[in-house]
């Protein structure tokens, strides 16, 4: 299955969430882990568009997300930052989950510099995230 | 806001619904009434985009759905057949939402020949539905 750039917007505003979670990790200097994910979540029967969205951005995998829903989802920094990024950023969003994708996009460049790893980056980024529409 | 027909294609695979309801309603010869509809619904924050869509397919109305959602919906059989038939025609969903909308389409072309009127007609209809994923 071959997706069209304006298909994949108009799903992506509908299904997609770019999600920026702050979880407490004691380990880390500044006590807390950023991850950043861009996920597309469907029942089961439509997981062969979950694995056209894989195959369209070139990164990312496709996994059972739980009970009969499976996911499409996008970690990796640098993937996010050279593919999925760029992609959004030529091919704007309609609905308000362009507020997500911003700070999202925000938070990704700040972690490209190391900020997340600063007392007072870290409070940016959580205070950016509270911010959210939640998707 | 003007949206691009593979973005409607692209958000209706994700939020679109194509529902055919079947009602009892004791007035009617065989006892039971049909009510197709296409509607998409979002929370309030995305209004603008709902608006978009109205405009786009030059149909339906924009009205609060419950609570924080609003929908945009096509009851209009004339506008069903005319309009939102067509374009789904030409440009094909590429999820399983297909499948509802070819069960949607067929009932929609009985019902312009009164098939739904007629006891065998109703039964074809309901056991039409009753195989749709439900959205």
């Excluded at 950023?34 to 056209?52: G, K, S, W």
């Excluded at 050279?82 to 309609?94: D, G, N, S, T």
Aim: glycine content about 8%.
């Amino acid at each position: 299955m071959n997706l069209d750039a304006q298909w994949v917007v108009g799903f992506v505003d509908g299904e997609g969430l770019f999600h920026v979670g702050v979880f407490r990790h004691p380990e880390m200097a500044v006590g807390f882990q950023i991850l950043a994910e861009f996920t597309v979540v469907q029942h089961e029967r439509n997981v062969a568009v979950l694995y056209a969205l894989k195959k369209f951005f070139g990164c990312g995998v496709v996994r059972r997300n739980h009970g009969d829903r499976m996911a499409y989802r996008v970690r990796n920094q640098e993937h996010l930052r050279e593919k999925i990024i760029p992609f959004f950023e030529k091919h704007p969003l309609k609905t308000k989950k362009r507020q997500d994708f911003m700070i999202f996009r925000r938070v990704l460049l700040m972690m490209s510099r190391g900020e997340h790893l600063t007392p007072e980056g870290l409070e940016k980024i959580r205070r950016m995230v509270q911010r959210s529409s939640g998707g």
